[in-house]
């Protein structure tokens, strides 16, 4: 992104000094200071800054393994697979459609750990946490002395990431003293806390354990805002998706992804691509993005449905509903190559054979069991959020645009409200947005159903329509 202002900046400032030769060294320093200005605030405008420290996501993505990095919308990101264009599968699947999903015994600490992190610390906290054995936790960081001071947010980040950074060196030479035999580590004067660490790792025969924890360390943000905010925002969509799924012969219990994929964040956008609130691949969406105008994908009904369509195709190939659930994230092609390789359907062993391959990183192998930890949180939210609150679902009308129309006409329609606008239509594009080319015909647009009947709707586009 960056370098793609840079570039255009530098063609741009080139060419006016190609035409304006006599232009002194000061006036031509003077001219480029306006141009990068204006164009920091055009990259603001259509760019939501989130301090890094407050987005949900804390790994940034290598391929097909998660690193520590704390920069995306979800702590579980989808991973780039190999995801084909999908297409409904010509039989229906026979699925019961009040099935459940019951957490393995293998998986439970794997669920309990994402409960905490879904259910008890939020993005004020912090988990120093070993990437293989999840639960195996080291140290537990609190932001709040930093978070709920008066600094500038720059501040705050900088001195979170610090923050974070002093406690793994901590935990970091706890682990060379204890591989050392240190004699400073005495068991009798440890902290419960390293003295549980301690005793973990005495248990552990491998000659390469301390090693491997220092190499598997990894931090991750607590989440537990984020998903309060996640059951009321689904409280909009979550009945008529419901509706969808039921359609399709598919459990409901499907319908959760979304929590996982983004917090059901409407505007949720991804590092690879990844769009809207079930974190649609541009791959594998391209029937999602007929132009540059509309992007389906954030649409949270027309994305349902094709949701619904990929998980069913993701069960017909793989079988079983851990597999197919962790392909949604993993890609169902890539999934079927690693079941084949270890000659094994069974999620659990898939995860103990391939985890830190670069076919199986850390974001699929914690999927399924995010996706078990959410439903787990949701069944019990009055103790996870005893003052919970849920969004009423959106009575929409929905209008087909009968002829092409400007976003400055349709804002009209929406009485000058661009906010309202843009929440019942968030799949039009920024190029909709910021320019002066009508959106296409055919473009399905969203209205409230309390003020606009379909029939009041399409008459006020109609009277809007004139370019």
């Given amino acids: 992104m960056k370098s793609h202002f840079k570039t255009k900046f ?4 080139n060419s006016l000094i190609e035409r304006k030769q006599n232009l002194s060294r000061e006036a031509k320093i003077r001219i480029f200071q306006v141009l990068v200005i204006i164009g ?6 259509n760019s939501l800054y989130i301090p890094k420290y407050l987005e949900p996501m804390t790994d940034s993505i290598d391929q097909t393994a998660l690193k520590i990095d704390h920069t995306s919308v979800s702590p579980i990101e989808t991973e780039e697979a190999n995801y084909e264009q999908i297409e409904s599968p010509e039989q229906p699947l026979k699925v019961t459609v009040k099935s459940t999903f019951k957490v393995p015994e293998n998986l439970r600490r794997k669920v309990d750990f994402w409960k905490q992190i879904y259910g008890v610390y939020s993005s004020e906290y912090g988990i120093i946490h070993d990437s293989k054995e999840v639960d195996l936790i080291y140290a537990i960081v609190d932001f709040t002395p930093i978070t709920r001071s008066k600094l500038h947010p720059f501040t705050k980040e900088h001195r979170v990431n610090a923050l974070i950074k002093r ?3 901590k935990v970091i030479t706890f682990l060379k003293n204890l591989k050392k035999g240190n004699k400073k580590v005495n068991p009798k004067l440890l902290s419960a806390n390293d003295k549980r660490i301690y005793d973990y790792f005495k248990t552990l025969k491998s000659k390469h354990k301390y090693d491997d924890a220092i190499e598997n360390m990894r931090f991750q943000l607590g989440q537990k805002d984020f998903i309060e905010k996640a059951f009321y925002y ?13 359609s399709a012969n598919l459990p409901i219990e499907l319908t959760r992804i979304p929590f996982v994929e983004s917090s059901f964040n409407i505007m949720a956008r991804s590092r690879v691509g990844a769009s809207g609130i079930w974190q649609i691949m541009p791959s594998t969406g ?47 092609t890539s999934m079927l190559k690693i079941s084949r390789k270890y000659q094994t359907n069974d999620l659990s062993e898939l995860i103990r054979k391939a985890f830190g391959t670069k076919a199986f990183g850390f974001a699929s192998t914690n999927f399924y069991t995010c996706f078990l930890a959410i439903l787990e949180v949701e069944k019990n939210q009055k103790e996870y959020f005893p003052n919970l609150s849920k969004g009423s679902p959106k009575m929409i009308t929905k209008v087909n645009l009968k002829k092409p129309m400007t976003f400055k006409n349709l804002v009209k329609v929406f009485d000058f409200d661009v906010k309202k606008l843009e929440s019942y239509n968030p799949h039009l594009t920024t190029v909709a947005k910021n320019s002066n080319i009508p959106i296409p015909k055919g473009t399905i647009l969203y209205f409230p159903s309390s003020a606009n009947s379909p029939e009041m709707a399409s008459a006020a586009l109609e009277a809007k329509s004139p370019l």
């Fill in 10 to 13: 530098k063609r741009f400032f």
């Fill in 40 to 45: 920091i605030s055009l990259f603001l405008q």
């Fill in 167 to 169: 406690e793994k060196e």
């Fill in 234 to 246: 689904s409280g909009f969509y979550l009945e008529e998706m419901e509706k969808i799924f039921l």
């Fill in 286 to 332: 391209k029937k999602l993005m007929p132009n540059r105008f509309v992007d389906y994908r954030n649409d949270p009904i027309k994305a349902t449905e094709f949701a619904a369509t990929f998980l069913k195709f993701n069960h017909k190939v793989l079988k079983n509903w851990p597999l197919a659930i962790t392909a949604y994230n993993h890609g169902p």
